[in-house]
């Protein structure tokens, strides 16, 4: 019982914490642009509206500053995970930086953000501060978000195709776009994912498993009150970090922050270097429905659409179970990155991805021999360029 009021405690603070603005308790100055900007490199940002009136901002680092403007460059687009954002792939500066490493070979990169984040928090007509505007969760941002920012990333550049490169839940809303919109097909030369999100009933995160079988059931709650914005407070969050974490001083400042507790703490790998930026640019915001749909999936062990309860389904869906995504049907070149130690993607999970998979699509599955590499190492671990960037390169650059 006492799981239960926790649990729930936690999801109303989130709802009291969705009044304030997203960089409460958070330095202002430290940004995607203002970290480009410090290393050197030339930075734009680009607005697209999606069809349904989300304001969504685009990073983009057109050229290098290492080779200076060079003509038309064969574009890669980078999408981040939950709570993350385009920060995520600059923060730890041009050695290890994927979109730093990507720039200097010569590729034009494009960072999106999706809608509820740091950088994507404007409606045409709807305010953050109010409830409507966090009615989505990452089947929105597969179905409306990345299909305005591709279109408008390959209209703006002039190119026929771009290249993909998803972490986490930008592997996620990758497998729902492709499924629910087929058209992008010939669009995406290849797709990189990393930590690939697709089935979860086999996740190792202890949120998952504490707020699974609660939360993860077909959403009563959502019926009647809808989302809000997941943004525990500074207060909650202390409690759980020290009720999940260590007592060493290093963790618990990990603990203390959402996304360590939802990606796992214990990884060796984590260069601590960058804990300072990593604080200061998440968590960046999400709904309460992502969470929410990720936890069905933790419960059900299915790969669907979100899970009204039966009666709304029928009215959504016309079935009273909620569609699978097309997984099967998914006709674009994917490599796959994933290792032993994610809690999120674990092993059983991302091999029913690998065999639900057409085999024409899948061009490689790597699993990492690094044991102990965890689901934010495929952004921010030691030597990951050599470890793991380097093999993504040579994917990308043969693709
Ligand atoms: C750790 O991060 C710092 C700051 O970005 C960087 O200078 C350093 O090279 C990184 N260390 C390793 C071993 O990746």
Known sequence: MWLFRFVVAQVLLACIAMALPADVGRSSSTTTVSLVKQFGYPIEEHEVQTSDGYILTMHRIPYSKHTGYTGKRPVIFLMHGLLCSSSDWVLSGPDNGLAFILSDLGYDIW?????????????????????????????????????????????????????????????????????????????????????????MGNAESPLAKVAGPLFGQP???????????????????????????????????????????????????LNTTLIPEIMATTPAGCSINQMFHYLQEYNSGDFRQFDYGSVRNKKEYGNKNPPDYDVEGIDVPIYLYYSDNDYFASLIDVDTLRRTMSPSSLKRSYRMPEVKWNHLDFLWGLNVKEILYNTVIDDIVSA
């Open 111 to 199: 960072m999106g953000n999706a809608r509820g984040n740091t950088y994507s928090r404007r409606h045409a007509s709807k305010t953050p501060l109010l409830q409507p505007f966090w009615n989505f969760e990452w089947h929105d941002i597969g179905i409306y978000d990345l299909p305005a920012m591709l279109d408008n990333v390959l209209y703006q550049t002039g190119q026929d195709q771009l290249q993909y490169i998803g972490h986490s839940q930008g592997t996620t809303s990758f497998f729902v776009l492709n499924s629910m919109i087929p058209r992008f097909k010939s669009r995406i030369r290849s797709a990189h994912l990393l930590a690939p999100v697709a089935w």
């Open 219 to 269: 959403n009563a709650l959502v019926e009647l009150f809808g989302s809000a914005e997941f943004l525990p407070s500074s207060k909650a969050m202390e409690l759980m970090g020290s009720l999940l974490c260590r007592d060493e001083a290093i963790s618990q400042v990990i603990c203390s922050n959402v996304l360590f507790m939802l990606g796992g703490w214990d990884s060796p790998y």
